[in-house]
Structures are given as C-alpha cells and as structure tokens.
Nanobody, 122 residues
Framework: QVQLVESGGGLVQAGDSLRLSCAASGRSITNYAMGWIRQAPGKEREFVAAITWSGGMTWYADSLKGRFTISRDNARNTGYLQMNSLKSEDTAVYLC???????????????WGQGTQVTVSS
C-alpha cells in the first residue's frame, strides 16, 4: 500500500500562485508515476499533470502547460505541483494520485490522496 498526503491548498486571488505537495509513504513508488487530478463541483475529474518517479518525465494537460509545473524530490518522497497565474476556473479539489502514467492521464490511479481544496477568487 501507498499512503499519500496532500498539502498546500487554500484560498487565493486570481493571478496568485500556490504550490501543492504530496508526501508518499509505505511501499516504493519508483516504478510508478505521481500525478495530480482535479475535480471541480459538478464536473468530471480532469487530468492536470504527471511525472514518472524514477526518470522524471512529465506530462501536462494541454490547457495548463506554461502555468503549472510538476516536480518531485526523491529524497523526500514528495511530489509538487507549482501553480502560477491562477484563474477562477482552477478552483477544484486537487487529488494526488500514484499509478501507471497512462492510468493517471485517464484520471484513474492505483493509490489516491484525500485531496486538497484550491479556491481562486476573481
């Protein structure tokens, strides 16, 4: 089993930045990717970004490229999502996910965090 704990969400104004963190514990995630999936009220889950834990290859939703950056710190077993120039439409619960990268890009995962709320006021 893998336990994931997110942090860093909050209420910000449009144009602000936030950095989300996802701390992983339990079994090794070396053979997996870590990603972020968000869900806004009344909407389906949306893929945000993913990174392979060993090689650091990254994927992004096309609409978010240039504003969001995913990274990881292998020593700390923690992944990050840097979100810049936030917009009201970025308001959602952001879920950390671990699993095969294809699965994450399809908004599925082997392991999930509890989610962290990001609210962007305009």
């Amino acid at each position: 089993q893998v336990q994931l704990v997110e942090s860093g969400g909050g209420l910000v104004q449009a144009g602000d930045s936030l950095r989300l963190s996802c701390a992983a514990s339990g079994r090794s995630i070396t053979n997996y990717a870590m990603g972020w999936i968000r869900q806004a009220p009344g909407k389906e889950r949306e893929f945000v970004a993913a990174i392979t834990w060993s090689g650091g290859m990254t994927w992004y939703a096309d609409s978010l490229k240039g504003r969001f950056t995913i990274s990881r710190d292998n020593a700390r077993n923690t992944g990050y999502l840097q979100m810049n120039s936030l917009k009201s439409e970025d308001t959602a619960v952001y879920l950390c996910a671990v699993g095969p990268v294809g699965k994450i890009r399809s908004t599925e995962a082997n392991f999930w965090g509890q989610g962290t709320q990001v609210t962007v006021s305009s």
